[in-house]
């Protein structure tokens, strides 16, 4: 195909702004549909969307009565799109990594830097 | 036109499903090389009412069950995978900037690309006919209780 082939997402926000949690799913999932291959690095609160139970009642848009965000991690999972936590966040959140959902995998700082060294793009959130 | 629960496959076209791949496209032969592809009105059903269209740009060569294009609605993206390896030739301007057409008239103005297979022999196999199609989408229209919007 042409252009780029892997795409890096960093999502910094979590369940404290819900209006800023589906942007990186719904993105990814574009892209991973496009044939891109694409991994999200969660840090700072954004393992906090990740917490096993926190999608399902999280919704976009305050007041509304639409999709949760479990629809849009859902997708993203079905697609193929690779999640990524590191340890300090989970500390910063006190949560651990039996507490998130399934299909997360814990990196560790250097690792992160070499995907975004390999990645033609990486977009922060 | 053979029926699965309401939901229509014209005769005159063949077809590629596979729900593990969420290939569900209908294909038709141009005559002249090239086949036009487009997504069967279950797929459109499962989607929604398209407000995207992003096709893969004129020239390239697309591996078969690779992404041909993107579809968005307000709560689904995925891809519309290419039924055979080709070459894209043509791509829908009038479905880009009205992508609902792929909803309202799946197998007419809502084409999705056409293409110039280029391992057809090999590739034809996978192919169906309407009613094969209609019988092997049966279980999943059931599963999914997909409601086709009359045409």
């Not at chain 1, 999502?11 to 549909?33: H, N």
């Not at chain 1, 629809?71 to 949560?95: E, M, T």
Request: proline share 5%; charged share 25%.
């Amino acid at each position: 195909m042409n252009g780029p082939t892997k795409i890096l997402y960093v999502q910094t926000s979590g369940a404290e702004a819900p209006e800023r949690s589906a942007t990186v799913f719904f993105l990814s999932t574009a892209a991973a549909a496009m044939d891109i291959e694409v991994g999200i690095y969660f840090t700072q609160f954004g393992p906090t969307l990740l917490k096993k139970g926190v999608a399902e009642q999280l919704r976009i848009k305050k007041g509304s009565v639409g999709e949760t965000l479990r629809h849009f991690i859902d997708q993203a999972l079905d697609v193929g799109v690779k999640f990524y936590v590191c340890q300090p966040s989970l500390d910063l959140n006190d949560i651990k990594m039996e507490d998130l959902i399934d299909g997360v995998e814990m990196i560790g700082g250097a690792a992160f830097n070499d995907m975004a060294l390999e990645a033609e793009r990486v977009i922060c959130f | 036109m053979a029926v699965a629960n309401g939901c229509q496959f014209p005769d005159d076209l063949l077809y590629a499903v596979d729900e593990t791949k969420n290939l569900f496209v209908w294909l038709r032969d141009n005559g002249d090389g090239t086949f036009t592809i487009g997504m069967v009105s279950v797929a459109a059903a499962v989607a929604g009412r398209l407000v995207s269209y992003t096709p893969k740009k004129v020239g390239s060569v697309i591996g078969q069950f690779k992404s041909l294009a993107v579809i968005e609605s307000s709560k689904w993206v995925g891809p519309v995978p290419n039924p055979l390896t080709g070459e894209v030739i043509e791509t829908n301007d009038e479905l880009r900037k009205t992508p609902y057409l792929a909803n309202d008239d799946p197998y007419g103005r809502g084409w999705i690309a056409k293409i110039k297979p280029t391992n057809l022999d090999a590739e034809r196999g996978t192919l169906l006919s309407a009613d094969e199609t209609a019988k092997a989408m049966k279980d999943y229209i059931d599963k999914k209780k997909i409601v086709c919007p009359t045409p």
